[in-house]
């Protein structure tokens, strides 16, 4: 599924981006194949041990280079279920990540960057989803404030009186 600027955009104001952030689930040996073969098929330069190491890590994300442009991709492996959202680019079906997550996940984006100026276009990506998107407030608040993020939240997107 697409997540990032990608995703930010669908759900939220267009912007450019120099590269493409996805999701997959990686949660067995076979998963990893089908995933070589996958990247192989659409034009990626594979390196099998950047991906093994990126499996043996905390992080679970490579970024792979476009044979034939100079753009990249940055894959986030889950261990986990996706939850995705159907949506289309360029009229082709396909899945983002859902705009609850997303904003999730650029909270922790903006909460791990440093100088925090640096974060502004993932605070405005947050903004421009809620703007455009419904979310469930409550339960994004929640999950924020477990993430401990939800000062962020607050600054950007504060609670109605």
Not at 25 to 49: M, N, W
Not at 108 to 117: G, L, W
């Amino acid at each position: 599924m697409f997540t990032g600027a990608l995703a930010a955009s669908y759900y939220g104001t267009p912007r450019t981006t120099m590269d493409i952030d996805i999701v997959t689930e990686v949660a067995r040996k076979e998963s990893r194949a089908r995933l070589i073969s996958a990247l192989k098929i659409v034009g990626l330069r594979v390196d099998r041990q950047r991906i093994d190491a990126a499996l043996r890590s905390s992080y679970r994300i490579v970024s792979l280079r476009d044979a034939k442009t100079p753009l990249t991709v940055d894959i986030i492996l889950s261990r986990t279920k996706l939850h995705k959202k159907t949506g289309s680019i360029l009229g082709l079906p396909t899945f983002y990540q859902t705009p609850r997550d997303l904003i999730l996940a650029k909270l922790r984006m903006i909460k791990a960057t440093v100088p925090r100026e640096r974060a502004l276009k993932d605070k405005d990506d947050v903004r421009a989803i809620l703007r455009h998107t419904r979310v469930q407030m409550k339960a994004l608040r929640e999950q924020a404030r477990r993430n401990n993020t939800i000062s962020i939240l607050e600054a950007i997107a504060p609670s109605d009186p």
